[in-house]
Every structure is written in C-alpha cells, then in structure tokens.
C-alpha cells in the first residue's frame, strides 16, 4: 500500500488547511488511518487517528477543538481538517495506515504503512 500525502502549504495564522492522504489500495478489511508530525529537531509526534469502521476520533490535546479527522474507505482517502492554525503547528504532516489496538493507536510503531510527508507552515 503507498500513501500520497498533499495539501501542506503556509498560511496565516488562524486560517485552516485540509491535509489530504490518498492510499494506492484498499489496506485491509479493517484499518486506522492517522496523521502524525515532526518540526525541525522534534520527535514525530502523534496528531490524530479514526478507524476505517467509524466511530471515535483520536485527538492530541494540542489539537483538540481545531482538527478534524476522516475516511472515505470508498475513495481510499483520508482528511485531516485543520482550522484555527497555529504557528506551533508548523511541521511535515505525515499519514499513516495500520491495524493498531487500541493501546496503540497514537504509537508510530502500530502503523505499518507510511506517507511521504507534506509540509505545513504558519506563520504569525
């Protein structure tokens, strides 16, 4: 499965972007779709995960109340709805496909296929 990644830019902040991730094929009957994402010198950090099936979106904290994450399984794409930006929200956007539990679902290691990265910049 390859991931295509787009939608990154700069913007002001406060405006929003929608991050867009596109998979080659359908993963597996079942799957979690996430973002994750890395500023310069910073650990790729968790952002945001929603299971093919539906149901709960998992939120960092720090984005909470400003992102929005979805799947369309029929397309094979996901969404990642970002409003309210921040400048500390500047990073390369990763998506990522995978069949975590639970546990693990905001652990990069639960997640096997992986995106090129898109670049989101905000400045103040």
């Known amino acids: 499965v390859q991931l295509q990644a787009s939608g990154g830019g700069l913007v002001q902040a406060g405006r929003s972007l929608e991050l867009s991730c596109a998979a080659s094929e359908r993963p597996s009957s079942r799957y979690a779709m996430s973002w994750f994402r890395q500023a310069p010198g910073k650990e790729r950090e968790f952002v945001a995960a929603?299971?093919?099936?539906?149901?709960?979106?998992y939120l960092a904290d720090s984005v909470k109340g400003r992102v929005t994450i979805s799947i369309d399984t029929a397309k094979r794409t996901g969404l990642l709805q970002m409003n309210n930006l921040k400048p500390e929200d500047t990073a390369v956007y990763y998506c990522?496909?995978?069949?975590?539990?639970?546990?693990?679902?905001?652990?990069?290691?639960?997640?096997?296929?992986w995106g090129q990265g898109t670049q989101v910049t905000v400045s103040s």
């Open positions: 990522a496909v995978g069949d975590p539990i639970l546990s693990s679902i905001r652990m990069r290691a639960a997640y096997r296929y």
């Open positions: 929603r299971r093919s099936t539906g149901g709960t979106s």
